[in-house]
């Protein structure tokens, strides 16, 4: 079924209209920046904008980059501190004049790639790391989503690992591949002494250039780069929102 699909990044905010049954994307992305300050009215503005880019009346779903139990808002890392209590859910159907379904952006990724990219037919324990702004992840036991893991904050080094280890610190600091790996390195073996894994998935921004800090990930399970890049947030924010068009058709 079609989906338009949007996920609310630190720096973008980006949807396209996707086909849920394969995964494809069925439009060109549509990014638009993320509002300075990232607060609530400017960013369900934004989403307004993107639903009106594609004229779209159906369902949709939204990755967002905080905890989300049914639609609500429960953390504001990288966003404004208004958004704590906010249901986002509402706030967004109400901008886009259409049923909208909100979930963790990493959560939603993941979806994404335990459905058609790198975690597909995985039964053990997988992990999804997002490298951007934050680190988000996604953790899935025989296929399930056990939902707002937030492993982004663990701490390393005395603070939140995503101050010590994302991209856009790598991005900040001016850290060289080496120097960020070692730092990324560590704190994938601090979660996999936590969790275990049989399977980490990399993904986010940094994906693409996965060709320049894997060789330098030494953790006992296999690692893998998301296979959908930057995609996958918008594919599983459309997956997650497949619940709506059901209810709309039956
Ligand atoms: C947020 C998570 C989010 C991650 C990636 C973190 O700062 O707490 O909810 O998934 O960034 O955007």
Redesign the pocket.
């Known amino acids: 079924m079609e989906i338009l699909g949007i996920d609310v ?2 720096t973008g905010i980006k949807g396209a209209l996707v086909e849920t049954r394969t995964g494809d994307l069925l439009t060109p992305r549509h990014r638009l920046l993320t509002p300075e300050g990232a607060k609530p009215k400017a960013v369900s503005g934004v989403v307004g904008e993107i639903v009106q880019h594609f004229k779209w009346k159906g369902p949709v779903g939204v990755g ?4 989300i139990m049914s639609g609500v808002a429960y ?4 966003i404004s501190q208004k958004w704590i209590g906010t249901n986002a859910e509402a706030l967004f159907a109400e901008a886009a004049g259409c049923p909208v379904r909100v979930v ?4 939603a990724a993941g979806l994404a790639e335990m459905k058609f990219g790198a975690g597909r037919g995985q039964k053990g324990t997988v992990l999804m790391i ?1 490298i ?6 996604a953790l899935f036991s025989r296929g399930s989503l056990v939902p ?1 893991t ?1 492993f ?2 663990i701490e390393m080094y005395c603070e939140d690992a ?1 101050k010590q280890a994302s991209e856009a610190v790598r991005i900040r600091e001016k850290l060289s591949w080496k120097e960020w790996s070692t730092r990324f390195n560590t704190y994938l073996q601090m979660l996999e002494a936590l969790i275990h894994p049989d399977l980490i998935i990399l993904g ?1 921004g940094a994906s693409k250039e996965s060709k320049r800090f894997l060789k330098r990930i030494h953790v006992r399970a296999s690692v893998l780069p998301a296979a959908m890049l930057n995609e996958a947030g918008i594919v599983g924010a459309a997956l997650a929102a497949e619940d709506l068009a059901d209810k709309a058709s039956g």
């Open positions: 990044g630190g967002f980059p905080a905890v953390s504001a890392a990288n963790n952006d990493a959560d997002t951007g702004t934050g680190l988000g992840s707002n937030e982004g904050h995503e986010g």
